[in-house]
């Protein structure tokens, strides 16, 4: 599916759902977890953010959040979410798989449920989210795995599109590897995530820069 697909399809979900939220308005479990990870003033990233729900809850924890979206239906919620919130979020209408991604800007990276994405829009989304991270930076995933096509209770169709551990250890084979899991849960994220989940989650860390050695 390509951008303009992309676009429309997801605009069409959001709008359909009026004034309500399709993924709910507060974050995602698994993100909300790695709280203590946080550090109030860092710079983090949201990529394919939806509605907002994330991207409010981390300016709700103290950081500068950039959060990009390909559909402007979406991003008019957020911009609604956040004000409501009280918070101040960098909504950027953008394609994820196109998207400039900066280098080394992000102490966090974060992408929730990002499985639109083909095998190969996945390989230059990832790339593109491991770029971004600082030295010491964290990158926080969450998505489903091939068994929640047995539980139908949210996610993609499509097989290719979804994720296993050890998919995502060899995406990320340059970062390190904090906490990767894959488990089942129930959720409750609006009308788009509910029920019974087969659920991986990652938690990884770009490697500190090395000093130079002092001249001698």
């Known amino acids: 599916m390509n951008a303009h697909e992309q676009e429309h399809m997801w605009s069409t979900r959001y709008r359909s ?118 030295p010491g930076g964290h990158l926080i995933l969450q998505g489903y795995t091939p068994k929640q096509l047995e539980y139908r209770t949210g996610g993609p169709s499509a097989v290719e599109n979804l994720y296993t551990a050890e998919l995502l250890r060899e995406a990320f084979a340059g970062l390190d590897i904090v906490h990767l899991q894959e488990y089942e849960d129930v959720l409750e994220e609006g009308v788009g995530h509910k029920g019974r989940s087969a659920l991986v989650g990652l938690v990884a860390r770009r490697p500190p820069a090395v000093a130079a050695e002092p001249g001698r």
Do not use: C
């Open 17 to 134: 759902a009026g004034e309500d939220y399709v993924f709910g308005t507060t974050p995602n479990r698994f993100l909300a977890a790695q709280a203590a990870l946080l550090a109030s003033g860092a710079d983090a990233l949201s990529v394919a953010d939806g509605e907002g729900r994330n991207a409010v809850w981390l300016a709700e924890q103290g950081l500068a959040v950039t959060a990009t979206e390909i559909s402007p239906v979406a991003l008019e919620k957020a911009r609604k979410l956040a004000a409501g919130r009280h918070v101040e979020v960098d909504f950027v209408l953008a394609d994820a798989v196109a998207w400039d991604y900066p280098e080394a800007a992000f102490d966090f990276v974060v992408a929730i449920f990002i499985q639109f994405a083909d095998p190969a829009q996945r390989a230059r989304i990832f790339a593109g989210m491991a770029r971004a991270l600082r």
